[in-house]
């Protein structure tokens, strides 16, 4: 009844996670990085690893359905299979809004800087932290801590509206001629942009903090409040 | 949960001369469910199983303490007819074992032994216990035939219609489908879903899967001991226990 090799695929699955985890954090932290620096180039390296990032959902996805489909795993084997999937996804999506933040970067590179935004900085701040608890959580398998991150999120909400305030404000302010004008309502809306996916990037390391407490715990955090 | 109560063991001790082969097992079995016994081998879940028709009374040097109440009766009272209780509680074992008889008078055994003459209503008893035990459509014209030419799952089919056929209350099962081909064990795992309608199941399996996709309930036994029991959905996904998250996920056993 003991289940050596499938205990030991299932270990080869985590690993492969860890590592779309991995990648996933650099590009996220790259574009921040990015974004703050103004680099278009290592803009640049963030759009071309993405691929590798899908490539290893797709890997993940296969590895996962394999061990469903052969190996009928229970309990917490189940659960952690389940929400290794889940997690993947997020990983996924948050890769994606980090190519997303680097396309603007590099149309933002192309013209002079718009004046400074606190919360920007704030929300950039927040979302990598709550990102990194999550991974941390996951891989320690500490629901404890997984559970502080979606506190956190109504901060990241927060800092989001902000951006969008302190932007209308920045396209709302007359400035003289109309190319101008035109210009940097462009560059604050690419910014906006910015906000809405580090704000989505905060919600996707929401979901994976709950995935975890599904995996330790077997419960399901989310909707909780509203049942 | 509001399930009628079957059986009520409440700690029971059971011996095989001095080897203590279930130490203190409550577990309430409830009315018309599907209720699982899971672990190693040599656990004690046969026994246990055995106790609850007193099969293990034909061996000598056996002694149980504690109760088995059925129906709130308590089933080792020496006023207790065994033979009825076996009669309200049936078995069906690990290997087929039909009699080397007809597939008829396979079914109609238990009737004729309990006095059943008349050949209209003993043909009425046997053709329904064979739709119950969904068989009848593959014997349907070879009745008079032996049972011994059936397969090895028909056969246990039959050994089900056998059961059936006495009207019991409840049908104990002791891995039932380990001695058979993947569709034939599907056909019986079809037949449980069908029979919990109207019987109360307990079934011993070594096959977790099973006992999942079978069970509502779920207890599993290590070393004579009831571990942990809950419903099945959350006994497979989420047990309390690491000693069962331990054994059905396969870290020992
Ligand atoms: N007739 C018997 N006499 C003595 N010991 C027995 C007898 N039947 C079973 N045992 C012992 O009782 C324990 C439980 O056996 P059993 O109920 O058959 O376990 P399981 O069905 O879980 O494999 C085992 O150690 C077994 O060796
Ligand atoms: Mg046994």
New interface residues.
């Given amino acids: 009844?003991?289940?050596q090799n499938?205990?030991k695929e299932l270990e080869q699955l985590k690993l492969t996670i860890y590592k779309m985890a991995a990648l996933a954090r650099q590009s996220f932290e790259n574009a921040c990085k990015a974004y703050l620096a103004r680099d278009d180039d290592l803009a640049q390296t963030i759009i071309d690893g993405d691929r590798d990032i899908n490539r290893i959902e797709l890997e993940i996805d296969r590895q996962s359905l394999r061990l469903l489909a052969l190996e009928?795993?229970?309990?917490?084997?189940?659960?952690m299979i389940v929400g290794i999937m889940r997690i993947s996804n997020d990983l996924e999506r948050i890769a994606d809004q980090s190519v997303n933040i680097a396309e603007r970067t590099i149309f933002l590179c192309q013209h002079s800087p718009l004046e400074r935004v606190p919360a920007m900085e704030a929300l950039i701040d927040i979302s990598k932290k709550m990102f990194t608890m999550a991974v941390t959580s996951f891989r320690d398998m500490d629901a404890e801590a997984a559970k502080e991150i979606p506190a956190m999120d109504d901060q990241a909400d927060e800092y989001n509206m902000q951006v969008l305030k302190s932007l209308i404000e920045v396209m709302a302010a007359s400035s003289p001629g109309f190319e101008k004008r035109v210009l940097k309502m462009r560059r604050s809306i690419q910014t906006i942009i910015i906000s809405r996916c580090l704000e989505r990037i905060a919600d996707m390391s929401t979901n994976i903090a709950e995935h975890v407490v599904f995996i330790a715990?077997?419960?399901n955090l989310k909707h909780i409040q509203k049942l | 949960m509001t399930d009628t109560i079957k059986f009520a063991v409440k700690k029971l001790d059971f011996y095989y001369g001095d080897f203590k082969a279930l130490d203190q097992i409550s577990m309430d079995i409830a009315e018309k469910q599907a209720t699982a016994l899971i672990g190693?081998s040599g656990c004690g879940k046969s026994t246990f199983l055995r106790c609850l028709n007193r099969m293990n009374d034909l061996i000598p040097g056996i002694r149980v303490d504690g109760e088995i109440l059925l129906d709130g009766e308590n089933t080792h009272d020496p006023g207790i007819d065994v033979v009825q209780l076996r009669r309200r509680v049936g078995m069906v074992f690990q290997k087929p074992n039909p009699f080397p008889k007809t597939i008829f008078e396979n079914v109609a055994y238990g009737l004729r032994v309990n006095g059943l003459k008349n050949k209209a209503m003993l043909r009425e008893s046997v053709e329904k216990s064979l739709v119950d035990a969904a068989l009848f459509d593959e014997v349907k014209d070879r009745l008079n035939q032996s049972a011994l030419g059936l397969s090895g799952g028909q056969q246990q089919r039959l050994c089900i219609a056998r059961a059936l056929a006495v009207k019991p209350e409840v049908l104990l099962m002791d891995e039932p489908a380990s001695a058979l081909d993947p569709i034939a064990t599907q056909k019986i795992e079809d037949l449980i879903h069908q029979l919990k309608k109207h019987y109360t199941i307990v079934i011993v399996t070594h096959n977790?899967?099973q006992a999942?996709r079978v069970s509502d309930v779920t207890g599993f036994f290590y070393m004579g001991r009831l571990i942990e029991t809950g419903d099945t959905e959350t006994l497979?996904?989420?047990?309390k226990l690491k000693q069962?998250?331990d054994?059905?996920?396969?870290?020992?056993?």
Avoid at chain 1, 72 to 79: I, K, N, T
Avoid at chain 2, 236 to 239: L, S
Avoid at chain 2, 247 to 253: L, Q, V
């Fill in positions: 009844m003991e289940r499938f205990h009928q795993p229970m309990a917490r084997d189940l659960r715990e077997g419960v | 190693p977790m899967q999942a497979f996904t989420r047990p069962t998250e054994y059905i996920t396969g870290r020992f056993g």
